[in-house]
C-alpha cells in the first residue's frame, strides 16, 4: 500500500517569503501526484497535480511542484507568499491500480504574518 | 447547488448514539468516496461507490460503520454505537467517471465535523 510523508507540521512565514513544502511518499508503481489546500472554514480543493509528463508543474495562485521520481518527492513551492496564502495543504497520491483513491500526507498547516 | 453538499456541518452525539451523515454529490457523478479526517491529520479513505454498487469498504475501521448509496446518487455514511475515537470530520467526495483509463480528479464536500462525547 501506499503512503504519503509530509515532513512540515506546522510552518510560519512572513509575507513575501519563499515557501517550500516537502512530501515524499512510498509506492513502487506508477503514481499520479497531487497537492490540495484547505483554507479556514472551507472545503479542499484541488492546487496542482502530476500525472506525466514535464515534472515541474504549475497550479494556481503561483504555486508549483516538483516530482523527482528518485526521491519519490513531489515539494511544493511558491516564490512569494501573501497573507492570503494561510491555509492547510495536503499531499495526496493515487496509485494507477488504485482506482480514483487518494492516500494522502497528514497536512502542513502555513501561517503568514502580514 | 454545483458542487458536493453534506449535512448536517456538525454533529455531536453522546457516546452510544447512532449517527447519519449525508453527502449529495454533484448531479451525474458516477462515484463517490468517503473519507475520515481525524483531528490534525490528513483524510483517510473509508469506502468508495461507483453508482449504488460499494466496490471498496477497506477502509471502513469497525463493523459499526455502514454505508449506503441505495439509488445511485445521494450516499448516507451511519456510524452505530459511537465512540469518543469516531470524532473526526468526514468527508465525502464525488467522481464524474468510473476508474479506468485517466485518472478523474475528485470534488470535495465541505464535510461534517463529527463530536462524540
Partial sequence: AQSVSQHNHHVILSEAASLELGCNYSYGGTVNLFWYVQYPGQHLQLLLKYFSGDPLVKGIKGFEAEFIKSKFSFNLRKPSVQWSDTAEYFCAVNALNAGNMLTFGGGTRLMVKP | ?117
Fill in chain 2, 1 to 117: 447547488g454545483a458542487g458536493v453538499s453534506q449535512s448536517p456541518r456538525y454533529k455531536v452525539a453522546k457516546r452510544g448514539q447512532d449517527v447519519a451523515l449525508r453527502c449529495d454529490p454533484i448531479s451525474g457523478h458516477v462515484s463517490l468516496f468517503w473519507y475520515q479526517q481525524a483531528l490534525g491529520q490528513g483524510p483517510e479513505f473509508l469506502t468508495y461507490f461507483q453508482n449504488e454498487a460499494q466496490l471498496d469498504k477497506s477502509g471502513l475501521p469497525s463493523d459499526r460503520f455502514f454505508a449506503e448509496r441505495p439509488e445511485g446518487s445521494v450516499s448516507t455514511l451511519k456510524i452505530q454505537r459511537t465512540q469518543q475515537e469516531d470524532s473526526a470530520v468526514y468527508l465525502c467526495a464525488s467522481v464524474l467517471a468510473a476508474p479506468g483509463g485517466s485518472y478523474n480528479e475528485q470534488f470535495f464536500g465541505p464535510g461534517t465535523r463529527l463530536t462524540v462525547l
